[in-house]
């Protein structure tokens, strides 16, 4: 090789050259060296066990290949950045001005009895749209990546504070010790949690995607860096939203988080071992030490129990969704909000939904909830990282989730728990909280790949 080659081949290997397309350093050029690189590193950790040696070799070939398949997946693919999602924010617009007209509807009766004025409880609603509608507009103009890197863990601590101070200062309904009363506002810790427990497993997932991976490492490092510490993210969040006594609040937070977990990247042997007999044991303590709770469970598996004492609410809930009938006794003509059915305008908005609207607007109201869950989990598949791609999943499992949840206690499906109905149930912290997460989720959806001959056709 002469002298002008030489320079040639130095100069390529400590300046990639960029590939104009995508943007990306073509990184081919120095294989070579990093190729000598591992396999150094592979003797030098593998030398004293064989055996470690082939199942060390064997993952960095699998490492290697899905470097290639990737190299191949990018020459076609590029990052676009665009307008927010119109479909997914045309879904939101339509449950909040659907839950809005609903809340009129339900509460209407309830405002006039405690405060003579019918319009008390919308107009509360008017203005929590209206401050989730701003919070909304705002992050999803701000892009994703300017609190990225610091807001997961500041919500994430800013949530398990505040479930903590609820203990002391907060104002209960019943037995439990939900709300902290700020100024005109009642804040839930609980849904602030929800979104605080979204951003922060993302944010773990995505910055020690490699230690939970690393074959170099034995056993004991792997578990603890796949299992142990998201299952003690996941478990500090419940345990502090059950301490407060809201087990509704708590399975929604969980199923969220176990659900990202297995998504994430969570090894399921280990996950479903360590954190199943974990949470049974938390909720049997629960139950123990609270048979209120316990007495729900077993009234809604009695068939004997009293459907008008014990089960009145359920009872009732029933009523209201049977006389709806196909299409509904009309809008604002439903019988049972009239001090009938408790909790109209919150848990059990939707019995009052099928009331006005029947059997057709019931199924038009969760095909709507499964339009958005589409949506959203396209915005996930698109994301331009596991961070984003992660976060859009989370927030749309969150909403698909409460809103089964609810559905099936107001259809009797499933035991009485105070879980609202997203986008439709009156209340300001989860209103606003909520919007909150949808202008996240139509930032994520400005940015995402698309196959270049795609783009060429328009």
């Given amino acids: 090789m ?38 150094a590193t592979t003797r030098a ?28 997946w990018q020459e076609d693919i590029v990052r676009v950045r665009g307008g927010v999602d119109g479909a997914m924010l045309a879904i939101i617009l ?34 929590y749209v209206a401050v989730g509608f701003v919070f909304m507009a705002f992050m999803a103009w701000l892009p994703i990546g300017f609190y990225r890197p610091w807001a997961p863990v500041t919500a994430y601590s800013i949530a398990a504070l505040l479930l903590i101070i609820v203990l002391f200062i ?84 969980g199923m969220i988080g176990l659900l990202m977990l297995i998504v994430g990247g969570c090894n399921l ?44 609410q359920t009872t009732q809930s029933i009523y209201a969704i049977g006389s709806g009938g ?12 009239f001090s009938y059915l408790s909790a109209a305008h919150t848990d059990f908005i939707f019995a009052v939904w099928c009331e006005e609207w029947g059997f057709i607007g019931a199924v038009t109201l969760i095909a709507l909830f499964l339009l958005f869950m589409w949506r959203g989990y396209v915005i996930a598949l698109r994301a331009p990282d596991k961070f984003t791609m992660l976060t859009a999943f989370g927030i749309t499992t969150h909403v698909g989730i409460q809103a089964f949840f609810n559905m099936c206690v107001v259809a009797d499906m499933f035991p009485n728990t105070g879980i609202t109905l997203p986008f439709f149930s009156y ?21 995402y790949y698309r196959k270049k001959s795609d783009l060429r056709k328009k």
């Avoid at 699998?62 to 190299?71: D, M």
């Avoid at 509460?107 to 319009?119: F, I, L, N």
């Avoid at 949470?279 to 009293?306: C, E, H, Q, S, V």
Wanted: aromatic share 8%; glycine share 8%; charged share 20%.
């Fill in 427 to 447: 209340g300001g912290s989860s209103l606003i909280v909520l919007l909150f997460e949808m202008g996240i989720l139509l930032s994520i959806s400005r940015q």
């Fill in 269 to 312: 042997k280990w996950l479903f071992a360590t954190g199943i007999p974990l949470a049974a044991a938390a909720i049997g303590g629960f139950l123990a030490l609270n048979p209120y709770a316990l007495k729900r469970i077993t009234t809604f598996t009695d068939d004997n129990a009293d459907k008008l004492d014990e089960l009145y």
């Fill in 45 to 72: 950790l593998t030398k004293a066990d064989p055996k470690k040696e082939n199942k060390v070799a064997k993952a960095r070939r699998k490492q290697r290949e899905a470097a290639v398949a990737e190299a191949r």
């Fill in 170 to 253: 907060g104002t209960s309904e019943g037995v439990t010790m939900r709300w902290i009363d700020v100024g005109p506002f009642n804040v839930q810790p609980s849904e602030i949690m929800k979104l605080a427990i979204i951003l922060m497993i993302a944010w773990y997932f995505d910055k020690y995607e490699k230690q939970m991976n690393d074959p170099r490492h034995g056993f004991g490092e792997q578990f603890k860096w796949n299992t142990i510490y998201p299952i003690l993210i996941l478990g500090a969040a419940c345990g502090l939203v059950l301490i407060g006594k809201h087990l509704s609040g708590t399975i929604i937070v």
């Fill in 326 to 337: 196909l299409f509904g006794v009309g809008l604002g003509e439903s019988r049972q909000k």
């Fill in 2 to 39: 002469n002298n002008d080659n030489r320079n040639r081949a130095s100069h390529a290997r400590q300046h990639p050259e960029t590939n104009p397309q995508t943007g990306r350093q073509v990184v081919s050029r120095t294989r070579s060296t990093s190729s000598k690189t591992a396999a």
């Fill in 94 to 127: 339509i449950l909040v001005a659907l839950g809005s007209i609903t809340v009129f509807s339900a509460s209407y009766p309830e405002a006039v009895r405690k405060t003579a004025d019918g319009m008390t409880y919308i107009k509360s609603q008017i203005l």
